[in-house]
């Protein structure tokens, strides 16, 4: 079998379609409320935007603390079904928020629903480990993340155009969709195969539990990895936190190029994603340089911020050197994120993959939880100052990144193995004695 044809059977997915439409549909489903958070749940509760808010954190850290819980799950009985539970949970969470209309009725579902939510990611990358190898894994986490994109933009259209129709009330209608897309969604996973030897319970074939967190706390690669990511993930939160504070405080701009730069990321991300990943690993550049790359640019977006709050030219100017910094941006994210999700995947040993994964995917979960505060109180020294810190950060990320190269596992920083040179000047064989 030529090189070409073996390449294309390690990259062929058995059920990669259920699992991509399954992905859109969830995003679907998380685009329906995450915009609306807040709003969804007043609505839907009937309970006053404190409680709503309150029961939402509270439940929110609970599901962070119980994510171990999730990795352990994953080692023991394989992703595939935690993935299925999850969704079950989440379909059954949405079922029921429309009948949780006292404080600590939603308080329970709420507490039920994040139990799941806060989970999936960890488990769905443990998942693209046991269906994919090599460069699969970074084609499928650019299609995800595409369709993440995609899917979430379409839901939160979806919801503003039920809300349009029927009022507040569509937010029973839309709690009911969502519960209908995660059960779709379930369904479709259901269909996926793991690769034979990628997964698939090692706890329970072995006969005996695999090294615990121990051995990923002994990891100091692994470690290093996770660390370098918090400083990326950080970046992450710019957008969503960030961009809006700084545009309406220190650029005394209108809210509407705030809806721009969304607009743009997600277009970018949903159109653009899947074609600059596939350029990136074509190009045969390692994961971890091509995921240094994307924090770099991430670097290069954050200091033409601070140009930008520097010079405050007029609105037009303004409007095109945000959409500029967001294009910068984006690209950034989208060379980082397949190469930077693939080599967390990668870099896990098989039999703790679980834990490995959730204790990389706490690296976002803490970088989300403390960029609000953190780009608040920079904020308020100098508009300027939190742009200063994420460049900061996204270059020592990036120089993390090229010095943990030599001290992770050869099939995590590149996606296909490079090929041994043949040995020079080999020996000739003796001549044979007539």
Request: glycine fraction near 10%; hydrophobic fraction near 55%.
């Amino acid at each position: 079998m030529s090189a070409k044809r073996q390449r294309v059977a390690v990259e062929r997915i058995a059920g990669e379609r259920e699992l991509l439409v399954a992905a859109g549909i969830n995003a679907v489903g998380i685009g329906m409320y995450i915009p609306f958070t807040l709003v969804f749940f007043r609505h839907v509760t009937g309970l006053s935007f404190a409680a709503v808010g309150m029961v939402l954190t509270v439940t929110g850290l609970a599901g962070l603390a119980l994510m171990p819980l999730a990795g352990v799950a994953v080692d023991r009985f394989g992703a595939k079904p935690v993935v299925l539970v999850l969704y079950a949970v989440r379909t059954l969470g949405f079922l029921l928020y429309p009948l949780a209309t006292s404080l600590s009725a939603f308080a329970a579902v709420a507490l039920f629903t994040a139990l799941a939510d806060r989970s999936f990611a960890l488990v769905q990358q443990s998942l693209i480990g046991e269906v994919a190898r090599g460069g699969a894994r970074d084609r499928l986490q650019a299609s995800l993340r595409a369709l993440q994109n995609a899917g979430m933009g379409a839901g939160a259209m979806i919801v503003s155009g039920v809300l349009a129709l029927w009022g507040a009330g569509g937010f029973s209608w839309t709690a009911w969709a969502n519960a209908f897309a995660f059960a779709v969604a379930g369904l479709l996973v259901s269909r996926v195969r793991p690769v034979r030897g990628l997964g698939a319970a090692p706890e329970r074939a072995a006969g005996r539990p695999a090294a615990g967190y121990r051995m990923v706390l002994r990891d100091r690669p692994f470690l290093g990895l996770t660390a370098a990511n918090f400083l990326t993930a950080l970046g992450y939160s710019a957008l969503s936190v960030l961009f809006p504070l700084y545009i309406a405080t220190w650029l005394r701009g209108p809210d509407s190029l705030t809806g721009a730069a969304f607009t743009l990321n997600t277009v970018l991300c949903a159109g653009a994603g899947v074609l600059i990943a596939s350029r990136v690993r074509r190009s045969g550049a390692r994961r971890t340089r091509s995921a240094a790359l994307g924090a770099l640019l991430f670097a290069a977006a954050f200091t033409g911020q601070i140009v930008l709050g520097t010079v405050r030219p007029g609105s037009t100017g303004l409007l095109i050197a945000l959409m500029a910094i967001v294009v910068v941006y984006t690209v950034g994210e989208l060379v980082h994120s397949p190469s930077g999700g693939a080599l967390s995947v990668s870099a896990a040993p098989e039999a703790v993959r679980g834990r490995y994964l959730a204790t990389y995917q706490l690296s976002y979960s803490l970088a989300g939880a403390l960029a609000p505060s953190l780009f608040t109180a920079l904020l308020d020294v100098d508009g300027r100052l939190p742009w200063a810190v994420l460049a900061v950060a996204a270059l020592g990320a990036a120089a993390a990144l090229l010095r943990l190269e030599r001290h992770l596992p050869a099939e995590a920083v590149y996606a296909e193995p490079p090929v041994p040179a043949p040995a020079a000047d080999a020996p000739a064989s003796a001549p044979v004695a007539a």
